[in-house]
């Protein structure tokens, strides 16, 4: 049974910063994507940042040059610092692995950890 646990969201201010973590289970890390991705209230989730098992990442244009997203194969667990924080990065952030393998896709979710940036 696979399982993405995301810790880390708090209540910061702005300007602040936060790392989130995401411990993985059930599944053979090294072969996924890692990635977060968030949603505000009444909005779409959108994809945050992504890194693949060779290590390329992706960000959305909002939060480069202030989140860093990385992984550690020894621990099954995938980061996302955070820093510069402003009161839009405020959303549900979740974790998700995908993976696609002989033209199936595999992805999983994250119960997600809640940011709140406020002063």
């Known amino acids: 049974q696979v399982q993405l646990v995301e810790s880390g969201g708090d209540l910061v201010q702005p300007g602040g910063s936060l790392r989130l973590s995401c411990a993985a289970s059930?599944?053979?890390?090294?072969?996924?994507?890692m990635g977060w991705y968030r949603q505000a209230p009444g909005k779409q989730r959108e994809l945050v940042a992504t890194?693949?098992?060779?290590?390329?990442?992706n960000y959305v244009d909002s939060v480069k040059g202030r989140f860093t997203i990385s992984r550690d194969s020894a621990k099954n667990t995938v980061y996302l610092q955070m820093n510069s924080l402003k009161p839009e990065d405020t959303a549900g952030y979740y974790c998700?692995?995908?993976?696609?393998?002989?033209?199936?896709?595999?992805?999983?979710w994250g119960q997600g950890t809640q940011v709140t940036v406020s002063s």
């Open positions: 998700n692995a995908d993976r696609i393998w002989l033209g199936k896709r595999n992805t999983y």
């Open positions: 890194i693949t098992n060779e290590g390329t990442t």
């Open positions: 059930g599944l053979t890390f090294s072969l996924y994507t």
